[in-house]
């Protein structure tokens, strides 16, 4: 299957360079394979990304619609009241939502709202598919060398997307903000939290396709983390010369 890559309709400035911060262990198949993985965003260190605001009434209103147990229902209807008011998804739990339902009942419904919960969050949050490659403008922050390098022990790649069309044409830049994020596929797969700005973050965001990689000869060089160990430096270095 074609892949279909998710890109904001605004202008975006252009960037010849970008680069990948990548642990030991794949390290090596990353380069010699010339392949860029994606990862889902459930994996990320950020838990709020790709998560926009989440409407309570809404999902409140699509259980009643004979979306989920008619046990749930029942109580909801005859016992129950909720306020109606938009929350964070990243900050309700679903133990806080049936608190918000004033019945003492539906906590014995509690295990059908939280898997009807997960569903509803998965579908209107965040695309199950979604699949994104993350880019950073800069190969000397310690701190992603820390988080994504193996603690230095692994690399970073430098890309020259000049010789990729599909990194030069699809690569975005991330807006960070201190505001919430409203819910659509677009504004939440491309903007984070400003706390995340020193990453300087660019990404590659793919909704469809059956591989988990795409494949690019725009590798034009690899830095080294300070703790790598020096075999492994070696079998890189010597990878690197034959890549020449």
């Known amino acids: 299957m074609k892949q279909t890559f998710l890109k904001p309709n605004v202008h975006e400035q252009k960037i010849d360079i970008l680069f990948r911060y990548i642990p030991y262990e ?8 010339g392949v860029i993985h994606f990862s889902s965003p459930y994996s990320f260190n950020d838990i709020y990304d790709s998560l ?46 049936c608190c918000y339902i004033k019945s003492k009942d539906i906590f014995l419904c509690y295990n ?34 820390a988080h994504y390098a193996g603690n230095f022990t692994g690399i970073c790649v430098e890309y020259d997307l000049c010789k990729d069309e599909i990194l030069k044409e699809n690569c975005t830049r991330v807006k960070y903000s201190t505001k919430k994020i409203n819910n659509t596929k677009l504004e939440t797969s491309f903007a984070k939290s400003s706390d995340w700005s020193y990453e300087k973050e ?19 060089a690899i830095y080294l983390g300070a703790n790598m160990l020096q075999d492994n430096s070696f079998k890189l270095i010597a990878l690197a010369k034959s890549k020449k």
Do not use: P
């Open 52 to 97: 926009g605001v989440f409407q309570v009434d809404d999902f409140y209103d699509t259980m009643l619609s004979g979306k989920i147990g008619n046990d749930v229902i029942n109580i909801i209807k005859h016992n129950g009241e909720i306020d109606k008011m938009n929350f964070d998804i990243s900050r309700i739990t679903i133990y806080q939502f």
């Open 202 to 220: 660019w990404r590659l965001v793919c909704e469809k396709g059956n591989e988990d990689y795409i494949k690019t000869n725009s590798i034009s």
């Open 26 to 33: 794949h390290a090596y198949e990353n380069v010699q394979n």
């Open 112 to 145: 059908d709202i939280s898997s009807y919960f997960r569903k509803y969050v998965g579908k209107v949050v965040l695309n199950q598919n979604l699949k994104v490659a993350c880019f950073s403008e800069k190969n000397d922050s310690l701190l992603m060398w």
